[in-house]
């Protein structure tokens, strides 16, 4: 059964994304894994990317749209892995690659874009965040933590 341990709303501006990614960041500590859910041009690849500077990644972050998944390493050597599951059809798609592996490693952090068919593998440590438009600047994130 899923225990649901922490729920916030957060609106913000472009110029306030490097602080959503901070509060995001600090998450890491009771987060294994953090989905991202909204819709296009919403900014799920922006908020990952900040946090993943946030957490140390040097050089360019970008979308692992047609890669599935970007690996990401940090000076402290943590891992941080990067998946699009935007052009995967099931969650036997995303087992059959071997991606489930990654997942809950020792010393890593997942963040994965367009998750819906992996929720299944998600039962724990797990960060739900939902970024929808909320006007024309202006961005609604609302987040649940699983414990």
Known sequence: MMNTIEEKRIIYGIDEVEAVAHHLAALRSMCDVFTFTGSLGAGKTTLVRTVLQQCGVKGPVTSPTFTYVNLYE????????H??????SSTDDFVAAGFDEYLYQPNSWSFIEWPDVVMPLLDHKVCHVT????GDEQRELRYKIIK
Request: aromatic fraction near 28%; include cysteine.
């Open 74 to 81: 940090n000076e402290q050597g943590q891992t941080f892995y």
């Open 83 to 88: 998946f699009d599951c935007y052009r995967l």
């Open 131 to 134: 970024i929808d438009y909320h």
